[in-house]
């Protein structure tokens, strides 16, 4: 199923890209400017905590706006999209949990519970969103966990280099270029893997 997904997905993704230009641009210099302006103005911890949370949030909406648009949804629901912030920040805190209690629980969690918080953000009437996720990945939990870890590798890769890019790029060892193409690149394939997830979503879903 995976290799049927990422081929669709493949296909489609400089289509999507015209589509969802704006966002992508939005997104993109969002990831930038907060970037620059944590590490230009602040110095305490509560600029540091703001300025985290103004980012968690700022991205989630991003996230959710092209989420959204790739699910076909008519318009925005504001209601579904706390729905979603909720439902996404408890799968965090619980794939966090599971990985630092053991790796095969974190694994689990990361798995099983990947399409909880697209579920609450399409609104889809459902007693859980985690157990609807669950009893959808049932179909196929190799290729939602080929595409979980792709993405954990992705933020990682991003949390490890981003830090070294920024700082070149400000101190003049690198052009400011450099950090733009760096955060575009990211964004690139973060929609991807949301293409992905989407067209594994619609199919576990039918």
């Not at 859980?128 to 954990?152: C, D, G, H, Q």
């Given at each position: 199923?995976l290799?049927?997904?990422l081929?669709?997905?493949r296909s489609?993704?400089?289509k999507?890209?015209?589509?969802?230009?704006?966002?992508?641009?939005g997104?993109l210099?969002?990831?930038?400017l907060i970037?620059?302006?944590?590490?230009?103005?602040?110095?305490?911890d509560m600029?540091?905590?703001?300025?985290g949370?103004?980012?968690?949030?700022?991205?989630?909406?991003f996230?959710?706006l092209?989420?959204?648009r790739?699910?076909?949804?008519?318009?925005?629901?504001?209601?579904?999209?706390?729905?979603?912030?909720?439902v996404?920040?408890l799968?965090s805190l619980?794939?966090?949990?599971g990985?630092?209690?053991l790796?095969i629980p974190?694994?689990y969690?990361?798995?099983?519970?990947?399409?909880a918080p697209?579920?609450?953000?399409?609104?889809v009437?459902?007693?859980?969103?985690?157990?609807k996720?669950r009893?959808?990945t049932?179909?196929s939990?190799w290729?939602v966990?080929a595409v979980?870890?792709s993405?954990v590798f992705?933020?990682?890769?991003?949390?490890l280099?981003?830090g070294?890019?920024?700082?070149a790029?400000l101190?003049?060892?690198l052009e400011l270029?450099?950090?733009?193409?760096?955060?575009?690149?990211?964004?690139?394939?973060d929609?991807f893997f949301?293409?992905?997830s989407?067209e594994?979503?619609?199919?576990?879903?039918?």
């Amino acid at each position: 199923m995976l290799a049927q997904v990422l081929k669709s997905s493949r296909s489609d993704y400089l289509k999507k890209c015209r589509e969802h230009l704006s966002l992508l641009i939005g997104l993109l210099f969002f990831s930038i400017l907060i970037d620059l302006c944590r590490d230009l103005f602040n110095t305490s911890d509560m600029e540091k905590f703001l300025f985290g949370l103004f980012e968690v949030i700022g991205s989630c909406v991003f996230y959710a706006l092209i989420l959204g648009r790739l699910l076909g949804l008519q318009k925005f629901n504001f209601l579904n999209f706390f729905v979603y912030l909720r439902v996404n920040i408890l799968y965090s805190l619980f794939y966090l949990l599971g990985a630092l209690v053991l790796i095969i629980p974190g694994l689990y969690i990361l798995t099983f519970f990947y399409f909880a918080p697209i579920l609450a953000l399409e609104g889809v009437e459902c007693e859980s969103y985690f157990s609807k996720s669950r009893e959808m990945t049932k179909k196929s939990p190799w290729s939602v966990l080929a595409v979980s870890l792709s993405l954990v590798f992705l933020m990682i890769l991003d949390l490890l280099l981003l830090g070294y890019v920024k700082e070149a790029a400000l101190s003049g060892e690198l052009e400011l270029i450099v950090l733009v193409g760096f955060n575009a690149l990211i964004v690139a394939f973060d929609l991807f893997f949301f293409l992905v997830s989407i067209e594994l979503y619609k199919k576990l879903r039918a």
